[in-house]
């Protein structure tokens, strides 16, 4: 496993433009095998788990060409509806490829997904929705085996607003006789991205960003391209590694309506911000004040940034309390950030941060995707040299972080083992 070195103390300045989603790529990939035919992906970014998708795509039978700034995918050789179950469990998107392979074959064979290690994870939601659709679900010795003589619209309504359940059923209804409609849906602009990209190609699907999406039964999809929308996320995060440093940052990033609730709490936090339509600007404070966070299913502040903003706020004036709502184990990071003098307690889903002086570098390990992202922030305004050693789980979903952080003045670099 490699790890990232870095030099703290130095402030972040510059613009930094943002890459395409993670979290949009993964499920429009997987849409592309219901397209018997070549789809044309521009700004998919370049992480571990597109690359395991590509991979995945590959050995059911697609074909990956990469050309430039563009990924054409060929799935009309697709002849295969069943997923390895190493590759599986190397990625959680995978279990999005089940609603497409049910899409268009009306089988689907896999087990249960792997991905970072935040929490129990379940797919009830998604496996209960299929069978809404009429099609059945068995489980054997840890294989799940769908099929079905014909997917059939119904109303679905979900326990909870999931977003990848709420993927699965529309990948899933696609060529569905009748109309699908799923309420309480998730309301993520991943899922916007996911269904514009499914429109372009011919789908017919209503709703996106609502709690109610509705997804009218079509025959067919045909060859079309699509622009993967921008990482929320690495915005959020590249914002937060801006304010930890004290710095002054210009994103150049479309979507400020997509981050709300975290624009808002780097205010409160005492941030200077200025959105322009392709622009957001920030200006940290010398020292930033402490906020309360509470993780909420979108337009709320999303778990994703949760280990991300605890970060910043071990170093700011006062005592914050956050309050994690989705994820049962998102707190495994907080131990590591304590050892480079962080002062984080938690109990169940709160974690109470009382913000100290300084940090300090110390060997630390990633736990996971965004829990390895936050030793990173916290790295880069410690005393002295931090180590993050296990980057393997923030290759996953960031491209170029190292780079992008160079370029506004960090000091940090991969050694690899
Ligand atoms: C997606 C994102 C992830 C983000 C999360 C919540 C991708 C690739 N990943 O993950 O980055 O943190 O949304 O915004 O888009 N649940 C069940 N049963 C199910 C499905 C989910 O109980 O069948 C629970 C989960 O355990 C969790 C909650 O619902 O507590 C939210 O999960 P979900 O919205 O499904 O997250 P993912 O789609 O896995």
Redesign the pocket.
């Known amino acids: 496993m490699s790890s990232y070195i870095i030099e703290g103390g130095h402030k972040l300045e510059g613009t930094v433009k943002i890459s395409g989603s ?2 949009a790529a ?1 499920p429009i990939l997987a849409a592309t095998v219901l397209n018997v035919g070549k789809t044309t992906l521009y700004n998919v970014p370049n992480i571990q788990d597109t690359q395991m998708m590509f991979k995945i795509l590959e050995t059911l039978g697609g074909k990956v060409e990469k050309k430039n700034n563009k990924i054409i995918i060929d799935t009309s050789k697709i002849n295969k509806f069943e997923i390895p179950e190493e590759l599986m469990h190397k990625m ?2 995978s279990v999005i490829l089940a609603g497409a392979l049910l899409g268009r074959y009306k089988k689907a064979i896999f087990s249960y997904p792997g991905g970072c290690d935040i ?8 496996l209960r929705s299929f069978e809404k659709l009429g099609i059945n679900v068995v489980q054997n010795y840890g294989n799940i085996i769908c099929d079905a003589e014909k997917i059939k619209g119904e109303k679905i309504d979900l326990d ?6 709420t993927e699965n059923i529309i990948l899933a209804s696609i060529y569905a006789e009748g109309v699908t409609q799923i309420t309480n849906a ?1 309301m ?1 602009p ?1 899922i916007v991205d996911l269904a514009k990209c499914l429109n372009k190609m011919g789908a017919k699907i209503t709703g996106a960003g609502t709690n109610v999406i509705k997804i009218i039964g079509v025959q067919k999809l045909k060859d079309t391209g699509y622009k993967v929308m921008q990482d929320r996320i690495e915005a959020g995060t590249l914002l937060c590694a801006g304010a930890i440093t004290g710095g002054n940052i210009c994103l150049n990033y479309k979507n400020a309506n997509h981050i709300t609730p975290i624009l808002n709490k780097l205010e409160e936090a005492g941030c200077n911000i200025k959105v322009e339509k392709n622009r957001i600007y920030m200006q940290a404070p010398k020292k930033l004040k402490a906020v309360d966070i509470k993780t909420m ?1 979108y337009p709320g502040f ?3 940034m949760q280990s991300i903003f605890a970060s910043i706020l071990t170093t700011a004036k006062g005592t914050s309390v956050i309050v994690e709502n ?3 184990n998102r707190y495994r990071y907080t131990a590591e950030l304590n050892k480079m003098g962080a002062k984080i307690t938690t109990e169940g889903k709160t974690a109470v941060i009382k913000g100290v002086r300084k940090l300090s570098g110390a060997t630390v390990k990633s736990t996971d995707l965004r829990g390895g992202a936050s030793m990173i922030l916290a790295g880069l305004c410690a005393k002295g040299m931090t180590t993050v050693t296990n980057i393997e789980y923030i290759l996953r979903g960031y491209e170029n972080l190292d780079k992008k952080l160079n370029e506004l003045g960090a000091k940090i670099s991969i050694q690899k083992e």
């Not at 929490?119 to 998604?126: A, C, E, F, M, Y």
């Open positions: 993670k979290n993964l959680r998107s929490g129990s994870r379940p797919i009830d939601l998604h909870f607003p999931s977003v990848g359940a998730a993520e991943e299913p999303p778990t994703d989705i994820f049962e």
